[in-house]
């Protein structure tokens, strides 16, 4: 049930919103993990830059799978919604399966490493085999946001906390397991990532299959059919297709800088720790799609409270101390790669500043029901930060790995730019219509 205006406070939004930011935070943390694990090879600069390649195509797929988490919890309100809701998610999964494949085991494959990703000849196998571990990751990670929309949806958030916690225990035992035998490569990078997220999306499956059996069979905000959940769909999957190329770009234009493999691996451990920072504000839009309706006010309130909170912990590590020790100690990084990646993390630090507010008005759109504008904001987002990238890579390529950081701020504080541009132009043309809307809705919801 959810809560009403009468005993809604600053304290139960924080009571919905922690277990969500702490499963997203761990989610980075399982990077970190594997991150750590290929830093002990001996060739580790090859290593992470070839496993930095891979994710960076992997994460395209990824990223279309894991909207069934948001599709879900937005329209599965009964039995029958979620029966619609899984034959879309095995038709979505089967279509990206049918893209990655034809990745992983053709010369295509070649070619995108190769003379996209611009890869040495000696890494494409290597990064090939990474791949062709990785798209299977895909499929358990979209049944798991299938499982974590239904769970969302109910309210009960600790179990993505809780499936979390269990996914990084088996991670990091087979981590150490793989330090201690001595036999490190990239494809055990990705075997670690592959058992984890099995583990996980096990335990959202046991916990959704639960909370189904509970539900109606039918109920009044139902969706008719597999087409009403694409046309939901199609607009995040549109916006994000653009958003996803940011990283391979980036990939690329590092790819051409003075010193590849460095510049590849000093981007991907920074960028694991911002990401790390960043995961536990990175829900800040499920306040905004639950609670702004009818406590704007307090949306706005919580927003300000938590917002700049990311940028001061970037900073903290960035210029004191405690950031060499996390980087040395935490991460396993030492010599010229610890100096890289630190400076990488700096530039970061607009990222961290702008992130927590692109979400809130990302959320805004969903509330108002124009989630095309997306499109609009993470195109700026992604043409930003590819004129970034041509001129850092043109002009000054010995920053090496602090030209991807660079193209992702610049990029991040464009996207925040369009966004908000766009939701105060709708909220003063029809802000009011839409509330009125949205009260109706969380009316219905409370009757359900």
């Given at each position: 049930?959810?809560?009403?205006?009468?005993?809604?406070?600053?304290?139960?939004?924080?009571?919905?919103?922690?277990?969500?930011?702490?499963?997203?935070?761990?989610?980075?943390?399982?990077?970190?993990?594997?991150?750590?694990?290929?830093?002990?090879?001996?060739?580790?600069?090859?290593?992470?830059?070839?496993?930095?390649?891979?994710?960076?195509?992997?994460?395209?797929?990824?990223?279309?799978?894991?909207?069934?988490?948001?599709?879900?919890?937005?329209?599965?309100?009964?039995?029958?919604?979620?029966?619609?809701?899984?034959?879309?998610?095995?038709?979505?999964?089967?279509?990206?399966?049918?893209?990655?494949?034809?990745?992983?085991?053709?010369?295509?494959?070649?070619?995108?490493?190769?003379?996209i990703f611009g890869a040495k000849a000696s890494m494409v196998d290597d990064i090939k085999a990474i791949y062709q571990v990785l798209i299977i990751v895909t499929i358990f990670s979209a049944l798991r946001c299938l499982a974590q929309g239904v769970i969302i949806y109910n309210r009960q958030t600790k179990w993505l906390t809780i499936g979390m916690v269990i996914r990084l225990a088996a991670m990091y035992l087979l981590s150490l397991f793989f330090i201690h035998t001595g036999h490190i490569t990239g494809v055990s990078g990705a075997l670690i990532f592959l058992i984890g997220m099995i583990v996980e999306c096990s335990v959202s499956f046991i916990e959704a299959r639960s909370l189904v059996h509970k539900m109606p069979e039918k109920h009044e905000l139902k969706i008719e059919s597999k087409k009403s959940i694409f046309k939901f769909y199609s607009p995040l999957m549109l916006s994000s297709v653009i958003v996803v190329m940011i990283g391979p770009a980036i990939n690329i234009a590092l790819g051409k800088t003075v010193n590849i493999e460095l510049a590849i691996a000093s981007y991907a451990i920074a960028l694991s720790v911002t990401q790390l920072i960043l995961s536990l504000f990175s829900y800040i839009h499920q306040i905004v799609i639950n609670f702004y309706g009818e406590h704007h006010a307090l949306v706005k309130k919580f927003l300000l409270v938590v917002g700049f909170i990311p940028c001061i912990l970037v900073a903290i590590l960035s210029y004191t101390p405690l950031g060499v020790l996390f980087f040395e100690h935490v991460i396993g990084v030492s010599g010229r790669l610890l100096d890289a990646s630190i400076q990488v993390f700096k530039v970061t630090m607009l990222m961290a500043l702008v992130f927590p507010f692109v979400d809130y008005f990302n959320g805004l759109l969903m509330v108002y029901k124009r989630t095309k504008i997306t499109i609009f904001s993470q195109g700026a987002n992604f043409i930003v930060t590819l004129i970034a990238l041509i001129i850092g890579v043109t002009f000054a390529a010995q920053w090496n790995g602090t030209i991807g950081a660079i193209g992702l701020s610049l990029g991040s504080l464009a996207e925040l730019i369009v966004v908000g541009s766009f939701v105060q132009a709708i909220e003063r043309k029809d802000g009011k219509v839409a509330m009125f809307q949205i009260k109706g809705l969380l009316k219905a919801g409370k009757n359900r």
């Open positions: 049930m959810k809560k009403t205006k009468e005993n809604l406070n600053m304290k139960s939004l924080f009571i919905f919103f922690i277990p969500l930011a702490l499963s997203a935070s761990l989610v980075t943390i399982s990077h970190i993990i594997i991150n750590s694990t290929l830093v002990r090879a001996d060739n580790s600069e090859f290593i992470l830059a070839g496993y930095a390649i891979a994710m960076s195509l992997f994460a395209i797929t990824e990223r279309l799978g894991n909207l069934l988490r948001q599709t879900c919890s937005s329209l599965v309100r009964d039995k029958e919604s979620y029966k619609l809701m899984s034959h879309f998610s095995f038709y979505l999964i089967g279509s990206l399966m049918f893209v990655a494949f034809a990745v992983a085991y053709t010369p295509a494959g070649d070619f995108i490493f190769a003379k």
